[in-house]
């Protein structure tokens, strides 16, 4: 809960602000995510529409939306993305003039002012930009907000091993046929040989269950569109990218309390149940209409289903399918998360 009177829930679960230091400004362009290099200019006719992910091969001329802060995008930089909570109504619930008069009577109010020169005496707004600015560099170079100390990064340095239970979900984790999560968490060392991220900074739409705590019944007609949203011309500009939202980091997983961005699942166990039975058993996972009818992806309006990914191995299943992941397995998976907790 937050505002002034720390009862108004946000609209989204909290995003970890740990290890953020690389990411790049949002854009929309080719499908590269592991290279360095120049990255392949988009070939004529290529389209926005889905192209299926896989853990060994990806599609060079697919054209994604990547990077960008938040789960939409919406902020460049560490700098930008500290505006959102500092002034959003229903978190920290502050105005530029409090924040300023803070800046202006707190212990470090001289060391932020020879910062910011002497032109902020006369700009109080370069003053704040001054704050938000050393607040951003704190969290690159403070080194607890990236640490990769988890037993996975020293088993990927040869200093530890893992137990057999999570070595099984490494290999599901990674095996496109099974798990396939390594498509869009990777968890492979970047080039230079720095650790993996557990996320490759796209965007995709799983069709997370409505959150009704947080946005009432489905027929009340409120839905966080994600993307789309923040997206210049909103919906009905960018429909295409409706109902996406950022692959998160898959780093300390397994300390966060909710999952997704709407906060709708509360355990691992859960989260690994929606991706292998999402389109087999949808009754487990969506509400009802007023027939009785699952209404599947019931957080999304019809006209957007179609951006829901159904191509990327665990989530390729129809009714009467296999799932991808048995319940033993789906627990190795879990196991190997708990690999990703730093420290
Ligand atoms: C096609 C890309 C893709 C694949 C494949 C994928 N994920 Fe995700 N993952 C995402 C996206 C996107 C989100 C955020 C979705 C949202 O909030 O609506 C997410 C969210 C999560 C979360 C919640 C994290 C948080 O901080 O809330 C967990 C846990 C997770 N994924 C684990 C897995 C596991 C385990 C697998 C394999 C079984 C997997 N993912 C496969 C893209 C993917």
Redesign the pocket.
């Known amino acids: 809960m937050g505002g002034k009177a720390l009862k108004s829930p946000g609209k989204r679960?909290i995003?970890?602000l740990a290890y953020l230091e690389h990411v790049p400004n949002f854009s929309i362009g080719p499908d590269n995510p592991e290279s360095e290099t120049a990255p392949v200019l988009p070939v004529a006719g290529a389209t926005a529409s889905h192209a299926a992910?896989s853990a060994i091969a990806s599609s060079a001329t697919a054209i994604v939306p990547q990077g960008g802060l938040f789960?939409d995008g919406r902020a460049d930089t560490l700098q930008q993305q500290a505006l959102g909570p500092l002034f959003d109504p229903a978190e920290m619930a502050s105005t530029p003039l409090i924040a300023r008069n803070r800046i202006e009577n707190a212990p470090y109010t001289k060391s932020i002012k020879a910062l910011a020169g002497p032109a902020a005496e006369t700009s109080p707004d370069l003053l704040l930009s001054e704050a938000l600015f050393a607040l951003a560099r704190y969290q690159i170079e403070e080194p607890s907000f990236h640490r990769y100390n988890s037993k996975f990064d020293a088993w990927l340095e040869g200093k530890t091993r893992l137990t057999p239970q999570e070595s099984a979900g490494y290999r599901l984790?990674n095996d496109p046929m099974k798990?396939?999560?390594a498509?869009?968490?990777l968890d492979r060392p970047l080039p230079g040989n720095l650790p993996p991220l557990l996320t490759d900074r796209q965007?995709?739409a799983?069709g997370?269950p409505r959150n009704m705590a947080l946005m009432g019944p489905y027929e009340n007609g409120h839905f966080d569109l994600?993307l789309c949203e923040a997206m210049p011309g909103g919906s009905k500009q960018s429909g295409a990218y409706c109902g996406m939202?950022?692959?998160?980091t898959?780093r300390n997983?397994a300390d966060?309390k909710?999952?997704?961005?709407?906060g709708v699942f509360h355990d691992?166990r859960r989260?690994?149940d929606f991706?292998?039975l999402r389109d087999i058993q949808p009754e487990l996972f969506y509400s009802r209409d007023t027939h009785g009818r699952v209404r599947k992806a019931d957080d999304l309006p019809a006209q957007y289903q179609s951006n829901l990914?159904r191509t990327?191995?665990?989530?390729d299943r129809k009714p009467g399918d296999q799932p991808a992941?048995t319940p033993e397995e789906r627990a190795a998976?879990i196991r190997f998360?708990e690999t990703l907790t730093d420290g």
């Open positions: 679960a995003p970890s992910k789960w984790f798990g396939n999560c498509a869009c968490h965007y995709e799983l997370a994600g939202f950022a692959t998160p898959l997983v966060r909710v999952f997704f961005h709407n691992l989260v690994l991706y292998v990914d990327d191995a665990p989530m992941l998976i998360l």
